[in-house]
């Protein structure tokens, strides 16, 4: 039985009181000692459904928020609710016999009492049955892991086996099929937009019977539990009856900064292994996988998501900034007051002074959030926007933060901190186009075109800086946040599943769809087109085309073959469009997505170059054909069908 005396939790949670700037003490922090201390019953328990104590320390903070760094009273009083809760766990330790309160006395009095800042976020996290956690906090017995079972681990097929997993990654992956005696991972899927590890899993008992196969991911361990919330809310409830699903908690170790999520799915009678369309590509083609994109996950996930659109009018940099790489990247510095030739970024944010900054410059950011926490390099991230959605704007990231002695939570408000620059993101956006050996002047308000004419394309690493304040007339609806073809999976009889929800929520009904084409952009068109910058311009060529409703330039060609999913995926987004037949607001969403994935070094070269001019393509149609505020119809929606039709391969020629 625990005896963690009171003396020592006070400590703890005197301590919390002061990095908090709260100058009482309170249950909330009280509650976060109990968390804080290595082996409490309170981080078990809280391990037991999934969470893990930083996360709902994390979460406590955004409640209470820091105080003023001001005091108004002498001392650290104890609160009116921590009196009470002290005279239940006094109560509780004489009904044992003890005259001493320890650690189960608290926990069990903070339940009982039940109507904390602790409580009531355990409730928001899902935890609400506060008699259920008072009956558990009376009876829990820490269990030993070191007499789990080992679970084997063996690696199918098809199984890269130079996609070597880490030792964090195994013990996680373990940890998630405990009570298995073996689990053979088939495969791992590719894609996305983060470091998260997607695999196929299947487990096997001792006897050798199979279950039927998972989709297990892991990632860090916020953005797991992020995400697992996320499902809870946004998307448990919009999903049709046979698709993926969690169906279980998270599963967290202790030791790593790694979390685990089971995806459930549904499969035939033969017990067939789930396919994402990135593993069946080969067999169909982009024209069958085009259609039935249009046909089949569309329809099935468009009437609760896509199809439930309303009207919204947005700047584009609410949508799509985060995209970017952060507009800063400082280092923290010992400057309290900001010097009189200094710059202070605050909203609204002017970007001309920021494109005049340079290395070295102090700079101020006031009343921006915190967005993440990065232990391992010293650093946080600030964005504007509010609460911990996947979607912020104007990241900045701050180096050189000792984490140990100054608190920060995700979600908190930085009133004011200074720094000096050391990147700013012009200068990322620049060195990954010279990382792409262009054979051009990369630094020209123009880069070659896809003809002979040089001045053909605006140059989108200068170009797109004007566009992020201009107003979108578009929809909004829940959107997946990562729909590529890794996260696309075929059920029984090639029916529609989506997987990985950690980005969904309400946005621009058109991302979606704009990260889809850059997917197949990159991985499907491309490699059918080369590898040289005048392969890339070839793409371009076909592309543009393809906007402007024309008929492919040789339909026999690799590109225009390739290009055959694009073109269904254009049939969608004219059907989504609020505004008939204005693709402006299309053409955004695609300039700021393929900037994003020309800036991912996963991606070869050739794909990358082709991202670059995917960006300036659609800028230049910006300019020309959808000015802002042109009412233009470059073609009736009649012409745009049917030469779709042609393009998708779903009309003879």
């Given at each position: 039985m625990s005896r963690i005396a009171l003396k020592d939790i006070l400590i703890g949670a005197r301590q919390e009181a002061y990095r908090m700037r709260h100058f009482y003490l309170g249950a909330e922090h009280l509650f976060i000692a109990l968390l804080e201390m290595q082996g409490s019953i309170a981080s078990n328990m809280i391990k037991e459904y999934g969470l893990t104590p930083e996360y709902v320390i994390n979460a406590i903070r955004r409640k209470t928020g820091k105080g003023s760094k001001h005091r108004l009273w002498a001392g650290v009083p104890n609160t009116p609710r921590m009196e009470v809760i002290l005279d239940i766990a006094g109560d509780l330790a004489l009904d044992h016999h003890r005259e001493e309160i320890d650690e189960r006395d608290l926990l069990m009095a903070i339940f009982m009492e039940a109507d904390s800042v602790p409580v009531r976020v355990l409730c928001a996290l899902g935890l609400d049955n506060i008699e259920h956690l008072t009956q558990l906090a009376a009876e829990y017995t820490i269990a030993d892991?070191?007499?789990?079972?080992?679970?084997d681990v063996i690696f199918g097929?098809?199984?890269?086996?130079?996609?070597?997993?880490?030792?964090?990654?195994m013990l996680v992956l373990r940890r998630m099929f405990y009570g298995y005696q073996q689990i053979r991972v088939e495969r791992r899927l590719i894609g996305g937009y983060s470091d998260a590890l997607l695999l196929i899993v299947t487990p096997l008992h001792a006897d050798g019977r199979e279950d039927a196969a998972v989709v297990a991911k892991i990632n860090h361990v916020d953005a797991t539990l992020d995400e697992a919330r996320r499902y809870e809310v946004r998307v448990r409830n919009s999903l049709p009856p046979l698709t993926a699903r969690l169906e279980e908690k998270p599963v967290t170790q202790e030791g790593t900064n790694l979390a685990g999520l089971k995806y459930t799915l549904v499969t035939s009678g033969n017990n067939r292994q789930p396919m994402d369309l990135r593993a069946i590509l080969h067999d169909w083609g982009p024209a069958r996988l085009g259609i039935w994109l249009k046909?089949?996950?569309y329809p099935t996930f468009g009437q609760l998501w896509w199809q439930q659109s309303r009207p919204y009018r947005f700047q584009a940099w609410r949508e799509y900034d985060w995209l970017l790489p952060p507009i800063l990247t400082l280092e923290l510095a010992k400057e309290k007051q900001l010097p009189p030739q200094g710059f202070t970024v605050r909203m609204p944010l002017k970007r001309s002074r920021l494109r005049q900054l340079e290395y070295g410059d102090l700079v101020a950011v006031e009343n921006f959030?915190?967005?993440?926490?990065?232990p391992e390099r010293k650093a946080i991230q600030l964005a504007a926007g509010h609460g911990t959605e996947s979607a912020h704007a104007y990241k900045i990231e701050i180096r050189g933060i000792d984490l140990e002695a100054n608190t920060y939570y995700r979600g908190e408000i930085i009133e004011h901190i200074i720094g000096s620059v050391w990147k700013t993101r012009n200068e990322q956006l620049m060195h990954a186009v010279r990382s792409l050996e262009p054979d051009f002047d990369p630094t020209g308000e123009r880069i070659p075109g896809i003809d002979d004419r040089d001045d053909r394309l605006p140059n989108p690493i200068v170009a797109f800086d004007g566009l992020l304040d201009s107003y979108v007339d578009g929809t909004l609806s829940t959107i997946h946040g990562d729909l590529h073809l890794g996260n696309i999976m075929l059920g029984p009889n090639n029916s529609s599943f989506l997987i990985d929800f950690a980005h969904t929520r309400d946005g621009h009904t058109l991302f979606?769809?704009?990260?889809?084409?850059?997917?197949?952009?990159?991985?499907?068109?491309m490699p059918a087109a080369g590898s040289t910058w005048d392969d890339a311009?070839?793409?371009?060529?076909?592309?543009?085309a393809l906007n402007g409703g024309l008929p492919p330039h040789d339909p026999d060609s690799p590109i225009t073959q390739a290009l055959a999913a694009i073109a269904n995926i254009r049939e969608i987004v004219q059907e989504r469009l609020a505004v008939e037949n204005k693709w402006s607001e299309y053409y955004i969403a695609v300039a700021f997505c393929a900037l994003r994935a020309m800036m991912w070094d996963t991606l070869p070269h050739s794909s990358r170059r082709l991202m670059l001019l995917v960006a300036a393509l659609s800028i230049n149609e910006l300019r020309t054909r959808f000015r802002?505020?042109?009412d233009s119809n470059p073609h009736s929606p009649e012409v745009t069908d049917i030469n779709m039709s042609f393009w998708s391969g779903e009309l003879g020629g």
């Open positions: 892991d070191s007499h789990r079972p080992y679970v097929p098809d199984f890269d086996p130079a996609a070597v997993l880490s030792v964090e990654q046909s089949e996950l959030i915190v967005q993440k926490i990065y979606d769809w704009a990260v889809l084409e850059i997917n197949l952009l990159c991985d499907v068109v311009r070839a793409v371009a060529q076909q592309l543009m802002p505020g042109s």
